[in-house]
């Protein structure tokens, strides 16, 4: 008598070509068991995804095409609905998984699934759509050492079986998903930096990108669109970039902007450029034909310094290429995230922490050092005040942390009024709590200002 064996049909999802550069490098370096099918699941979570292009269109994707055995679109399969905003109604998920099986051909497979962000659409909602399946979380970027953002079903946080993540901060431990007890793997360095050389040597991408020695290359995120600061705000971080950059003595400047930043920041950069006596190239839709990775920049420019506000390819150029960084504007956006729990803050937080200051630390060409236990107990209690609910049994070390490590530096990682609502160390008194929302005490206060501004005078 014979017997079958079950296919096994492994599932990667991915949104950006950063994540399938990722998991390319997990493949490659054994993190996957072997399966008889690999299919690559893309999606285009962009606002308009008819203007943008998709991962598999963007240069250099062919060079990772040949790890998978099919590539599938989530916008078609889902269409007309967009991909962040859509999720199978409850009773609907039975019908939704034998669509999917019939169409992608995966028949009676076992399924195993590799999915981003699964706190949201539309990872959350292929986790639903493969009810039971076993699922690994796979993170590029810095929320993965922050808590998780949200209350996550227990019937799909159970089955995460672990966390792959890049070691952008060397010693770090990830928050994400340890409500569950999901370990985390580091997706090794060396495996990642190879498949990052074979996107910077395609064809497609050496090509589009100008031929610059050693500039400084300025880092654009489009934080206003995020609501995070003002257009005009954002436009006037760049040109703070700028100048920190030529006070440093870079005179070649290369400026990459995010791809739906509104072209007119780029003509502001430029005039400023004139006044300042510096070269500048802005990375638009003129000079690029599509969106290339910042790490393919670092491969084909080497540049002499690399200046953002807390994006993760800050990181990758410190801890994979050891090129000089510096940030700008961490300090105001962690006093106006909101609310506290906004997921950006511990990405802003870790680069505040570990990344110079453009303006206010000399040289800029070194990372901060930050042990990386005192960084993880930094972490530790700001993923507390985050998110209290999901993480209670952080309290302990969050008490410890505050009690000894609140500093003029470390304060402004923290809001007084959060540390007040949790009863942690650094909150007003609970004996004390009433007087800032009492009427009588404000009117005092306001007239004590008042008075002090006409003795000043």
Partial sequence: MSSSRTRTTQIFFASTLYGVATLAAAMDAGVFADADRRILLVSNNAAIPETTPAVDAMPGFDALRGRFDDIVSWNATIAPHHPSGWAPRPDDVPLWERHLRLAWGLGDDDIELAIESIQVNPAMAIAEIFTGVPIDVYADGLMSYGPTRNKIDPLIGTRVRRLLHLDLVPGLKPLLLTEFGVTSQIVPTEAFLKVLGELGDAHDVAASVPSVDAPALLLGQYLSALGLISAAEEEEL?????????????????????????????????????????????????????????????????????????????????????????????????????????????????????????????????????????????????????????????????ERYLSAHLTATTWRYFKRKRLTSLGLPGGVPSQFAFLPRNAAVRRVARRAKSLRRVVRR
Avoid at 248 to 261: E, I, M, S, W, Y
Avoid at 264 to 278: H, P
Avoid at 351 to 366: M, S, Y
Wanted: charged share 15%.
């Fill in 238 to 398: 760049h040109l703070r970039m700028m100048r920190g950059a030529v006070g440093l003595g870079h005179t070649r400047l290369v400026f990459k902007p995010h791809p739906t930043a509104p072209a007119r920041w780029s003509q502001a950069m430029e005039t400023e450029a004139a006044k300042l006596g510096a070269e500048l190239t802005v990375l638009d839709s003129g000079v690029l034909t599509a969106p290339v990775l910042a790490e393919v920049l670092y491969q084909r420019m080497r540049p002499a310094l690399v200046v953002g506000c807390f994006s993760t390819a800050l990181l990758t150029a410190s801890a994979f290429y050891g090129l000089p960084v510096a940030r700008v504007g961490t300090e105001t956006l962690l006093e106006r995230l909101s609310p506290f729990e906004n997921s950006n803050r511990v990405p802003v937080t870790l680069v505040d922490a570990v990344v110079p200051d453009l303006g206010g630390r000399g040289t800029a060409t070194q990372p901060v050092a930050v042990a990386p236990a005192e960084l993880n107990e930094l972490i530790t209690a700001v993923g507390f005040t985050m998110q209290p609910k999901i993480y209670p049994q952080l309290r302990s070390a969050a």
